[in-house]
T-cell receptor, first 112, second 115 residues
Framework: GQQLNQSPQSMFIQEGEDVSMNCTSS?????WLWYKQDPGEGPVLLIA?????ELTSNGRLTAQFGITRKDSFLNISASIPSDVGIYFC????????????FGAGTQVVVTP | ETGVTQSPTHLIKTRGQQVTLRCSSQ?????VSWYQQALGQGPQFIFQ???????GRGNFPPRFSGLQFPNYSSELNVNALELDDSALYLC??????????????FGSGTQLSVL
């Protein structure tokens, strides 16, 4: 089953609002990744994080690798309608190279 | 440059049957991973193939097996299908051997329904 706890499960926000979601793990990860999945498609990588404390941006998206290496956060600023979708966190541990563990996802709905 | 392509896109099988899903990796990628995504869940790692050998396996029974071919394309085979095998099966390719998870590119998946 899932080893990552991702929250919230869903978010209903108005266009222009900021969105925040997070993931926590019982294991220490050496890599954190954030993906977006649209209906009928596979996940698409948004941001990759490699070091504890790292803060990385990709346009309106900002993600952070937690200091404990057991959590990560994703923020979306000034949301727009195309931000609708399911966002997944994923992590890789040092003893499972190439194998990703995914959270259960955060469903984001943006209303005009 | 073509992306990761999977076939078929949808498949309906009955319990006890066998199924083969196919994946063509992105050009230049020699590593293929398979994931199972149940409805409302995140993808779960099934296994990874590198240079035609299984290179890591998740918590799936032996009736889930795979192959990688010299052109790096791959197949996922599931025997004795169970109702709980109904899911979206995602293939992902990457250019490296171990690691390089940030370079994983996912296909659109095969939606398998087991009745």
């Amino acid at each position: 089953g899932q080893q990552l706890n991702q929250s919230p499960q869903s978010m209903f926000i108005q266009e222009g609002e900021d969105v925040s979601m997070n993931c926590t793990s019982s294991s220490i990860f050496n890599t954190w990744l954030w993906y977006k999945q649209d209906p009928g498609e596979g996940p698409v990588l948004l941001i990759a994080l490699y070091k504890a404390g790292e803060l990385t941006s990709n346009g309106r998206l900002t993600a952070q690798f937690g200091i404990t290496r057991k959590d990560s956060f994703l923020n979306i600023s000034a949301s727009i309608p195309s931000d609708v979708g399911i966002y997944f966190c994923a992590g890789q541990t040092t003893d499972s190279w190439g194998k990703l563990q995914f959270g259960a996802g955060t469903q984001v709905v943006v209303t005009p | 440059e073509t992306g990761v392509t999977q076939s078929p896109t949808h498949l309906i099988k009955t319990r006890g049957q066998q199924v083969t899903l196919r994946c063509s990796s992105q050009s230049g990628h020699n590593t293929v991973s398979w994931y199972q995504q149940a409805l409302g869940q995140g993808p779960q790692f099934i296994f990874q193939y590198y240079r035609e050998e299984e290179n890591g396996r998740g918590n799936f029974p032996p009736r889930f097996s795979g192959l990688q071919f010299p052109n790096y394309s791959s197949e996922l085979n599931v025997n004795a299908l169970e109702l709980d095998d109904s899911a979206l099966y995602l293939c992902a390719s990457s250019p490296g051997g171990e690691g390089a998870v940030e370079k994983l590119f996912f296909g659109s998946g095969t939606q398998l329904s087991v009745l």
